[in-house]
Structure formats: structure tokens, C-alpha cells
């Protein structure tokens, strides 16, 4: 099994390789790839949404084609400022968390998590809807199968490590912007001589519409092609996501990448549009506007296979952004309390597995719901995009209000974030009235209730903790630590030992201790106290991050040693650094095991009046896992129960 699961997702990393950090971050250029590829991919969508709702008003695509890229710079630079105050990344959660408070958090997390499925399953659906466009359309049937197995792939690519899974991806990403400057170049060459009739003409029906349905119809038709078009906006805000991922000096790194992603899909997206009115492009059965567009250039099927297998793949790297930054969204929450602690731990690959695992499973599901509709999946999408938007610029506009007195720069920044809000809103205003009865309800319905979920969660968190703080009242008939005290001292290998594994200073590692003397009374002469500093992403910042937990763990095992000590009970401490706290308790007591003949090993683990099917996915199960663990090498573990009242 751990061959199986070595030759998937590579062997361990070394946590304390020096140079681990700068291995697994990402250059400004690979962050384009990884992370902006979502926004750029949505060219394959976002456009073909819009021009298809101008029901017959195409002259309109050039309007169009400015909005879109301007929206997309606004959006794009109102970001680049919250990478600015927000270093550490998180994006919409933590901005709304800091700026606006936890409960505008909590929705802004969820809707980035229900974002994150839709971002993995709308690329899937949309690049398999690309190269299905020049098969026989009788294969149509196996599109949704080969979208799951296409999830499935990345699930286990994203296993491995993040940045494993964007170098793979590089040359993908290069063959899609080659091929559509290509594209692009071959279009205004091929056309450039009938640029002023074509000009003329689109003046003419601009005219003739304005004079036919009058402003405000003409604005009506606008609008809903450009809130249909929202899918074009969708991955901006991935950049600010994973700015944690990045090289150092971060800052720089994410700005630069953002100008790299905005620059580029401004460009494509808006070319795009130009390029289907140019062409005369209209629907066909079985194929996406792009296809129909490729097709008319006459340079050949080559070209057209070329063209939409390159937006296929790149699609398929825009999924990955559901992988990198769905499961960050996740942990960040469970730092928080509103999700299980589990999601915020890490693999031996340094991957947040358990994040990944689930937001490809919900990718799934969520594909076959939806039958792979491109339509719906991006209605859903965008409702949740434009709700986490829409959030951010209201925390930023409220930030530059009430901050313009320690920031001399608020003038300009506060009207782009007005701007950039008064665009989302009017977005996610228009999207949800207009195809509320065609999936916007079901997004509301999710989202609602994952919020639900979440705040049930933290509220059992909180009683858990309120009366476990019960115990910290035994600290106050506990004698004095004597500061004299040496934290580690020589002990007898051939005396009774006990070995406590403990997690910080605090009552619960306490009862437990004073737990054993009563138990056993007289019976045990000396003591060892082990710990697990755990990284997780709450934790895993970098190098001098890691020998910062380092030194607290020592520090709080030297709390217990002292505690011990003037017990009148001869102490020692052991710890190990890792990701996974089972697996690094095994190895620390299998070495004791040898060192001290005669030792039991004790863990402290919760045990709930009313036992509920949910508390093992809420609360640790460490304790037992490692007991399963020893008793299976023939070594002795007691687990102390610490009650707790339902």
C-alpha cells in the first residue's frame, strides 16, 4: 500500500531541509501559470456566454469588448491593493473576516469554497465541451465520464504537490497563448482590408438600433450580455488566494503576477469578442462559438484542433486552481473554527489531502448534477464569485473610510474599490433575477447551507472549549514551577516509567498527568513527556516559522518537566517535528520502548457524555490511532478519558 501510494503522490518531504520553502514556491511566471490560468482560461466561456445573450444585436460585441476589459484591469488592480495590506493571502475570507467581521467571513469562505468545486467542474465540462466540438457528435454521450476521469487525474496530481502539478503544466499553458496569438494575428491579416466596412457597418446598425429600441432598451441588452459574460471574471481573484504559495518578497511576486493574469485576459477576451464579430460568428449544435470561430479562419482542421485542444488543456489547468486555492479557503477556516481542525493539516507531500480529496469529490458530484451544463455551471459560478467580490470591495471601501487618516493615499484608492463594487453588485444583481429558476436558486440553496454548517461547527467548537476551561482551574493548586530546575534530567532506564503524550501547556495535559499519580500511586519513578510539533497551514510559513514551533514545543514541555519535578516525579521530555502527528508519536515511543524496559505510554482523549457520529469528524482520534498503533508492536498505551458533558 505505501509503495502504491508513493509511486501516486512521490515520497515524504524533509521538513527540515533548509531549502524546502524556496522548492515548493512559485516564481511569478509559474503563478501565472497555476493561478492565472483560471482567469485566462475563462476566455474559452466567458466571451461565448456574452455574445451568445446580444440576441441578434452583435454590433453591440464592441461595447462589449471594451466593458470587459476595463472591468477586467478594475477588478484586477482593486486585488493588487489587497495583496498590498493582505501579505499572508486568504483573499475574500480574510479580507471580509479583518474588515467586515467573522460572520461576513463565513459567508465570503463558503461562497470562495462552492466557488472553488464550480471553478474545477465548469473548466472540466467547458474544456471537454472544446475538444468534443470536432469529434463526431455521437460521442457526445461519453463527454461527462471522460469530464469525472479528468477530475480524478487531478486529484491525484495535486497529491503529489502544487508546484509538481504547475511545472507539468507549463507547456500547455505555452501552446495556448502561441496558438491564439496565432489566431489573433491570422484574423486581423485576413480581414484588415475590409476593417472600414466593417466599421461602417456596425455604426450603422449601432445607429439603427439606438433609433429602433431607443437608450435604455439597448442598455437593457448590454447589461445582461455583460452579466452573462461573468464567467470572463471569475479566476481574478485566485492570485490574492494564494499569495501564501508564492516567492519571497511576496508582494512583488503577486502584483506582478496579477499584472501578468489581467494584462493577458483583458487581451484574449476582449480580442475574442472583436474576432466573433468580425468573423460573422453564430451558433451551431454540438460546438462552442470558439470552435465556429477557429473554423471560419480556413487554415485548416490542423489549426482547429490545434486551437481547441490548447484551450481544452488550458481549461484543464484552470481546474487546478480549485485544488491549490479551494483547500488554503478550507484550512484558513479550520484555523478559524468554522470547519473540521483536519482540514488544516498537512500530508507528508506537504498537501492539504484532506481539502483536495473533498473538493474533488464535491467537483464530481456536482458534475453529474448538472450533466455537465455549461450554462448552469457557470450561472452558479458566478453568483458565488461575484458574492465573495462584492464583499471584499465593500471591506476595502469601509477600510479606506475609516483608515484616511493614517493613509494619505486614500483618494486614490477608495474609487477604484467604489467602482469595482458598484460592477459587482450590478453583476450579481443581474444574474441572480434573470436565471434565478434556471440554477441560481440551487447556488443559493448550497451556499446557505454550508454557512449553516459552518456556524453549527463553530458553535460546538466554542461549548467544547467552555467547558474544557474547567480544567485550567487545577493550575491553581499546583506548587510553584521552581526556575532552578534543569528541563531535562538523566534517568534510570530500568525503573517503571510512565510516557505522556501531550499537546501544549494546558489543564488537559495537566488532569491527565495528575490522573496517573492517583491512579497509580507510588507506582511510577519518573517520567517522559512527548510532543509532536505539528505543521499545518496555520503554522507552515516559512523556515523561520518552523523553528519557532520548534522552540514553543520545547518551551511547553519544559513547563510540564518543571511541573514534574516538583511533583517529586524525575522528568525528561522528547519531541519530533512533522505533518502527520501519529505516524511521529509511533517513532518517538518505539525509540523509548527500547530505552526504558519497563514504561507505559499514556494520551488524554475526550469522551463525550452522548456520543455523536459527528464528534469523530469534529475532534482527533489521535489518541486511539496511536494506541492501535503500539499495542500492534506489543507495547502497553492507557487512554485517559476527559470527560466532557453534553
Known sequence: MERIKELLIGKPRDIHDPKLFHKISLIAFLAWVGLGADGLSSSAYGPDEAFRSLTGHTELAVILAVATALTVFIISYAYSRIIEHFPSGGGGYVVATKLLGAPFGVVSGSALLVDYILTITVSIASGAAQIFSFLPYSWQKW?????????????????????????????????FVAAHLILFGGAIIQHFHEAPAIASQVGQNLHTSYSSLGFWAMFVILARAYSRGAGTYTGIEAVSNGIQIMREPRIPTGKRTMAYMATSL?????????????????????????????????????????????????????????????????????????????????????????????????????????????????????INVFLTFSLTEIGMVKFWITERKTHPEWKKSLPVHLTGLVLCLSILTIVVIEKFREGAWMTVVVTSAL?????????????????????????????????????????????????????????????????????????????????????????????????????????????????????GIPATARMSVGTEAVEEAEKICMELSREFKQSVFFAAKLVFQK????????????????????????????????????
Open 143 to 175: 463527454m461527462v465520464p471522460v469530464e469525472a476521469t479528468a477530475i480524478i487525474l487531478l486529484v491525484i496530481l495535486n497529491l503529489r504537490g502544487i508546484k509538481e502539478s504547475i511545472e507539468f503544466m507549463v507547456p500547455i499553458f505555452l501552446t
Open 266 to 382: 483583458a487581451i484574449t477576451a476582449g480580442s475574442i469578442l472583436m474576432i466573433y464579430l468580425l468573423l460573422g460568428v453564430s451558433e451551431q449544435p454540438g460546438k462552442t462559438l470558439n470552435a465556429v470561430m477557429v473554423e471560419k479562419l480556413n487554415f485548416g482542421p490542423w489549426f482547429v484542433v490545434l486551437v481547441l485542444a490548447s484551450e481544452a488543456a488550458l481549461l484543464f489547468v484552470a481546474a487546478q486552481t480549485g485544488f491549490i486555492d479551494g483547500p488554503r479557503v478550507m484550512a484558513n477556516m479550520a484555523n478559524d473554527r468554522w470547519l473540521p481542525h483536519r482540514f488544516a493539516s498537512l500530508s507528508d507531500r506537504l498537501t492539504m489531502h484532506y481539502g483536495i480529496m473533498l473538493i474533488g469529490a464535491a467537483s464530481i458530484a456536482t458534475l453529474f448534477y448538472t450533466g455537465g451544463n455549461i450554462d448552469a455551471l457557470v450561472t452558479m459560478y458566478s
Open 611 to 646: 456520543q455523536k457520529w459527528y464528534q469523530r469528524i469534529l475532534h482527533s482520534e489521535t489518541a486511539y490511532a496511536i494506541q492501535n498503533r503500539l499495542q500492534f508492536q506489543g507495547l502497553s498505551m492507557v487512554v485517559l478519558p476527559v470527560r466532557v458533558w453534553n
Open 451 to 567: 454557512i449553516l454548517l459552518c456556524v453549527i461547527i463553530r458553535r460546538h467548537y466554542r461549548l467544547v472549549n467552555k467547558k474544557l476551561r474547567s480544567l485550567s482551574d487545577i493550575l491553581e493548586g499546583l506548587p510553584a514551577e521552581d526556575s532552578a530546575v534543569q528541563p531535562a534530567m538523566k534517568l534510570d532506564s530500568r525503573r517503571p516509567t510512565a510516557i505522556l503524550l501531550v499537546e501544549s501547556y494546558n489543564g488537559l495535559g495537566i488532569h491527565s498527568l495528575l490522573n496517573i499519580v492517583k491512579q497509580f500511586p507510588g507506582y511510577f519513578k519518573q517520567m517522559v513527556f512527548v510532543s509532536v510539533a505539528v505543521l499545518d497551514t496555520g503554522n507552515f510559513k516559512g523556515a523561520d516559522e518552523v523553528e519557532r514551533l520548534e522552540e514553543n514545543t520545547k518551551h511547553e514541555l519544559e513547563h510540564y518537566v518543571k511541573l514534574a519535578t516538583n511533583l
